[in-house]
């Protein structure tokens, strides 16, 4: 999966330098929309989910890109996400709920700016450098109508076209799934869930589903982890040791600093060679209901 670094120092360029990733959505909503860049990515011919709320762009490489925080469509006849009722043993996420409680069951409604032209520009990139495009999934709703990071009950809260997008999004990811192990000829792939994040560390986070009180464990406990996380086909494809998959000197972290053109000293990364895992108190996202559901975690031939 690492061996055609050649690529990634311009690629990751466009993944990294978030200045670039500006709306260029005329429906877009917002109170205060941000400039448009200088040149657009490019539309390509794809599928559209009912009532155009979820997008597919199959693709040739056996990889796979979501975008499923930075919808701009706030459309009225969805009424906004709220935080769940805590029932005693688990959360009630009907909107009409009351009380609702904000510590057991929050909802998160903020988008993750900037990640849905991310996703976009790094897939014409990678198109751009191999010939080939990632399949790529994208939800156009903003995050306080739908969140597909989710499950079913706290992603559209029981509404019935949110949960139409919902379906959408993930059977829009199995198809990508199904097209990669039925037709390329190494039959696995790599599924990346593109997010942001404004942890005070400001690194960029590689979510692999494990923790980081398990990051912070030697390589030798990390070599055990392989089929607890949502990458664990990515050891057999060259035999290397599950940690130095993780955070070894081909890991995608330490790829990500690697120097380049625009910044000399690379970027930051955790796990990686420098960071080997979040110390105690830090943030660190570990990845979410996307890379669990269409990883590798449960089975089957695609990580994420």
Known sequence: WYARSAILPTLKEWMV????????SSQSTRDNDYEAPLTGFA??????GRHNYTEYIPGTAPCIILSGHDGDLYPDDIDDRNHGCWDGDACDWDKTCSPQNSDK????TANDENTMDMARRAN???????????????????????????????????????IEAWEDFHDFADQASQDIVNNHPCGAGLLVDFHGHTHPEARIEMGYKLSSSQLRENDAFVDGLAYTSSIKN????????FSSVVRGSFSMGALFELPT???????????SP??????????YFQGGYNVETHGSQYGGSIDG
Do not use: W
């Open 261 to 271: 053109g625009l910044n000399v000293s690379g970027y930051l990364s955790v796990p």
């Open 124 to 162: 014409d990139h990678f198109l751009n450098h191999t010939g080939h495009s990632c399949h790529l999934v994208v939800n156009r709703l903003a995050r306080i109508k739908l969140d597909p990071n989710r499950e079913e009950g706290e992603a559209a809260q029981l509404d019935a076209v949110a």
């Open 17 to 24: 330098n978030r200045a670039r990733f500006k709306t260029t």
């Open 105 to 108: 069951c929050d909802a998160v």
């Open 234 to 241: 990515m050891p057999t494809h060259n035999n290397a040791a």
């Open 274 to 283: 420098t960071v080997n895992a979040p110390l105690v108190g830090e943030s």
């Open 43 to 48: 539309i390509h011919a794809g599928q559209q």
